[in-house]
């Protein structure tokens, strides 16, 4: 590995302060994570726990804490750990600190909602002389920060880009794999939030396992259709960043998608403001959108998006699901 790699984390929320601690843990690159409100970042400086984001996770001392933008200078690798509507505003923030052979990362899952970029689009328009690269796959930010083995995908269009930051990035209980397929590991990320919130969906409404098993395996099928029809691969969804995060947050109560698709499943109205972050909530009618513009089926994610904008009740979108005409697997 080059002795000249810095990694900054731009984003102080859960994800990103679990990124920066599993780098920092390993010791070999320099980390830094960067936040917007100094108060918070003087108190991560002073009592290396983040109460709001990872509660009882000791932050190691070797981790640099900053709210100043300056760091970014210094980087080799940019980890984009914030919100995905929160990309395009950040880019604009951030880019003018960021030397342009820095490798630019997005770690968020979702699209943006008012063009249907995916985020190294939007990232790519921002910041047109940077290498733009997608970090995804199953892993929750507690478990990443208290050193549970997790395994996540890196892909650029450069797939010798990929492999450095994987190499760069891994450790001992972070693993990450290289594609060269960024669009499939981006719409793997996206999609199976709103896959999650259908299982919420199902749990809420007691619709019963073997309908969660049903919504995994043909929400897969919606997530390849889309990735192919938008120049990603199949295969690509069958891996990490696609069948491997659906199956963690359609199963876990960790994931903050499938616990607000079990309150819409109850029957509570979709909350959109404050709360925790529900990124599939905002992907959803965009993910739906694109694909009736590409001629791609996706009964599953048109009735999720429905449902949030309260078109449609949890029990007219089963019959509407179930009576689709019979077909071939
Ligand atoms: N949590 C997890 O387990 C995982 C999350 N992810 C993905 O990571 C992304 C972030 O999620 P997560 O960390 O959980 O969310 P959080 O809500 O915990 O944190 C989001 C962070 O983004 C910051 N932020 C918001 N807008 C901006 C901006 N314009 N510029 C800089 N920072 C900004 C927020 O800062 P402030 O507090 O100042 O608003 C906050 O610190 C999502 O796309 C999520 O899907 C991926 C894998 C695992
Ligand atoms: O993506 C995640 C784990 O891989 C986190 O899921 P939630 O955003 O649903 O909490």
New binding site residues.
Partial sequence: MSERENIVV???????TALATVVALEGRVPVTLI???PSLMADLRNDRVHNA?LPGVPLPDNLVFSAEPDALEEASIVLF????Q?HA??AR?YGPYIRSETIIVS????IERSSGRLLTEVLGHELPHHSAAVLSGP???ADIARGLPTAMAVAAADLSIAERLARVISGRTFRLYASADPIGVQLGGALKNVLAIACGIAEGAGLGESARAALISRGLAEMSRLAEALGGRGETIRGLSGLGDLVLTGTSHQSRNLRFGISLGQGHPADMAGGA?V?GAFTAAIASDLASRHHVELPITDAVAAIIEGRLDVTTALERLMSRPITTE
């Fill in positions: 731009v984003g102080a929320g859960s994800f990103g936040g917007r409100d984001a750990a914030m919100p995905s929160a505003d950040a923030h770690c968020a899952k979702g892993g929750f930010a972050l990124e």
